[in-house]
Structures are given as structure tokens and as C-alpha cells.
């Protein structure tokens, strides 16, 4: 069977392929990059707006997941680009070479679209799937960590000096990245009715408690968590800008779906259990990741 990828050079990506090869799919996944030869894989040397790419990484496929998208862009355009025309453009190509299961990679952000103009943008996207004529399931995962994650290496390496900035007082949910790819292929391998998934790791938290995890996962048990509100929080992304440019972390918008209290995955939305449960509990998770950002030098 063949697995049609995009975003597969990505973080989620990347896991997924791993998933997929175990689960024993033959991957063709899009790249803009030469990668390096890997059994199982074929590289698809091509964008999201590259039609012959598109068309090349749907051919015989038996599922797809699209996976790539934009998470930080300059303006509303580099949004809309990436996350509502690459989408709209996968699906096309699924359609004309008539791959029926398309399996979505959205956010939680979709749900609250005045928010941000990222989580406006995945709620686009979102119609594009919904209104398309794929076997079409859309996951909306929560906060992703895991080895290789650059996200929240911040959090971890603040943490180390015993204190955590965190947005006003409020509750998420999060996933390690390891049980994400193993619903993705999951759900690649299924025929059902349309749906919205949200999958978690099924014990939501407040900041406080996320941070003070994160401090036993580094060797520092005691944590002072600091609430920052919005205005520090919009303050702190034009210094980060400044600082980093491109690379900044926390953006202006960002800061409207951090300061967001409910984060948390919907019971109702979640996965059904003789389908994928959560095998990765999250301090084990949070440890795991320590240890990958020890290895590579940058805790």
C-alpha cells in the first residue's frame, strides 16, 4: 500500500513516516529539499502550489496525509497561502487521481478563527475538506511535543533556572508526537463516516501544572510560574521579532490564542478507543524530550 505524505521533512511528519514504514506502507512523501535515500520512501521533489509534484505524489496512492502547514508567517497572505490554497491544492490533486481517504491535519486553533489569523486559516482549510468529495477525517491535534520538537524548547530551557512564563491562567491539552503518528496512520487505514477528531493524551492541565512538569522532566522541581498577561505577552513577541526575526516564537499572533483560556481536546471529539488510545504518558513524554534536547546541545 502506498501513503501519500506532505509535510513529511516536518517534525509530525517525519514520526508519521517512521509510523507508516513499521505499519508497513510504502511512503511517497513531498519535499522542497533534496533528503537522503531511505528505504520505503520516495521523495517527491516539489511545493504545494507545484502541481506536477502534486499530481506525481498522488499517483497510486492508496491514502493521503496532508500534514504540511504553515504555523508563523509574516502576514494574512503567507497564512492563507500555506494553509487554505496548499490545502485546497492537495485535494484537487487527491481528487483527480482519485484517492479516495484524505486525512487532514488541522489544530485546535480552527475552532476559535477571531482569534488568530493562524487558526482562521486552519478553519478555511478546514471548509476546503469539509466541502470536498474525499473520505475525509480532520484531526485537530492540541500542543504537539516530543523529540525533535523546537516549539517548546523554550519552556525547557527556562525552566532549568526554576521559573516558568506562562499566558494568563488557563487550560490545555497535549499529545506527544509519537501517539499523534500512530493515529495519523491509523486513520489512513480506515473507511467511516466524515469526521472531526480531537485526540489528546486524555488528562488536560492548567499552565501551572504544565510547567511544574516540565521542571521535574529537566531536574528542577521547584518552578515559580509567572502569568504574564496579553499586554506583556504582545510586548515580549515584538521583542522576539526583533531578536529573532523569523525564527521568533512567540508572535503578535500568537499572543491572541495564548491568552485563550480552553485549550482542552472536546471528550466527545476524541478518537474512539478500539481505534488508537494514548500510549504516552506525559511525564514520561516530558522526559523523553529533555533527554532528546540533552543529546542534541540545546538544554
Known amino acids: 500500500m502506498i501513503l501519500a505524505i506532505t509535510g513529511g521533512t516536518g517534525f509530525v511528519g517525519g514520526h508519521t513516516i517512521r509510523r507508516a514504514l513499521e505499519a508497513g506502507y510504502h511512503v511517497r512523501a513531498?519535499?522542497?529539499?533534496?533528503?537522503?535515500?531511505?528505504?520505503?520512501?520516495?521523495?517527491?521533489?516539489?511545493?504545494?502550489?507545484?502541481?506536477?509534484?502534486?499530481?506525481?505524489?498522488?499517483?497510486?496512492?492508496?491514502?493521503?496525509?496532508?500534514?504540511?502547514?504553515?504555523?508563523?508567517?509574516?502576514?494574512?497572505?503567507?497564512?492563507?497561502?500555506?494553509?487554505?490554497?496548499?490545502?485546497?491544492?492537495?485535494?484537487?490533486?487527491?481528487?483527480?487521481?482519485?484517492?479516495?481517504?484524505?486525512?487532514?491535519?488541522?489544530?485546535?486553533?480552527?475552532?476559535?478563527?477571531?482569534?488568530?489569523?493562524?487558526?482562521?486559516?486552519?478553519?478555511?482549510?478546514?471548509?476546503?475538506?469539509?466541502?470536498?468529495?474525499?473520505?475525509?477525517?480532520?484531526?485537530?491535534?492540541?500542543?504537539?511535543?516530543?523529540?525533535?520538537d523546537m516549539e517548546m524548547r523554550d519552556l525547557f530551557r527556562v525552566a532549568k533556572l526554576g521559573i516558568a512564563l506562562l499566558p494568563p491562567p488557563g487550560r490545555i491539552s497535549l499529545i506527544a508526537v509519537d501517539d499523534l503518528a500512530r493515529l495519523l496512520v491509523a486513520l489512513a487505514e480506515i473507511n467511516g463516516p466524515c469526521a472531526i477528531i480531537e485526540a489528546d493524551d486524555g488528562a488536560p492541565l492548567t499552565h501551572e501544572q504544565m510547567a511544574r512538569a516540565i521542571g521535574r522532566a529537566v531536574g528542577q522541581p521547584r518552578i515559580l510560574p509567572l502569568h504574564l498577561p496579553r499586554a506583556l505577552l504582545s510586548l515580549g513577541a515584538r521583542i522576539d521579532g526583533a531578536m529573532r526575526g523569523k525564527k521568533a516564537k512567540l508572535t503578535p499572533d500568537r499572543v491572541g490564542y495564548l491568552a485563550h483560556a480552553d485549550w482542552t481536546a472536546d471528550p466527545v471529539r476524541r478518537p474512539p478507543p478500539d481505534l488508537w488510545t494514548p500510549a504516552i504518558p506525559l511525564a514520561d513524554g516530558f522526559a523523553e524530550t529533555a533527554r532528546w534536547y540533552r543529546a542534541q546541545g540545546l538544554l
Open 30 to 148: 513531498l519535499t522542497r529539499r533534496p533528503q537522503p535515500v531511505r528505504e520505503g520512501v520516495s521523495w517527491v521533489a516539489g511545493g504545494l502550489s507545484d502541481s506536477t509534484a502534486l499530481a506525481d505524489l498522488m499517483r497510486g496512492a492508496d491514502a493521503v496525509l496532508h500534514i504540511a502547514g504553515v504555523v508563523n508567517a509574516s502576514d494574512r497572505a503567507g497564512f492563507a497561502a500555506g494553509n487554505i490554497d496548499g490545502t485546497a491544492s492537495v485535494l484537487a490533486a487527491a481528487s483527480d487521481a482519485n484517492v479516495a481517504r484524505f486525512v487532514h491535519v488541522s489544530s485546535l486553533a480552527a475552532r476559535e478563527p477571531a482569534l488568530s489569523t493562524y487558526g482562521w486559516s486552519k478553519a478555511e482549510a478546514e471548509h476546503h475538506v469539509q466541502a470536498s468529495d474525499r473520505e475525509w477525517t480532520i484531526v485537530r491535534p492540541p500542543g504537539v511535543y516530543g523529540p525533535g
